[in-house]
């Protein structure tokens, strides 16, 4: 699983020309940018939706694990 926004951008705006990807993230009160490359780009995009996913879980649990009696 990977944390973060995965990102698609232009080296020249105007012409939408060389296209590459960014996967931005914080860790540890940090911002981090890393560029993904093309032949790693389907399976970074599978393990953010992996990660994104289990966010959701979690916060569901949570809700679930707070509102039950005690």
Not at 1 to 26: E, I, V, W
């Amino acid at each position: 699983m990977l944390l973060g926004m995965l990102k698609r951008q232009f080296k020249n705006p105007q012409n939408q020309t060389c296209l590459y990807c960014q996967l931005s993230y914080a860790l540890n009160m940090k911002s981090r940018t890393d560029y993904v490359f093309k032949d790693a780009l389907a399976e970074v995009r599978q393990q953010v939706a992996k990660y994104k996913r289990f966010k959701e879980l979690c916060a569901q649990w949570w809700t679930w694990a707070l509102s039950t009696p005690k």
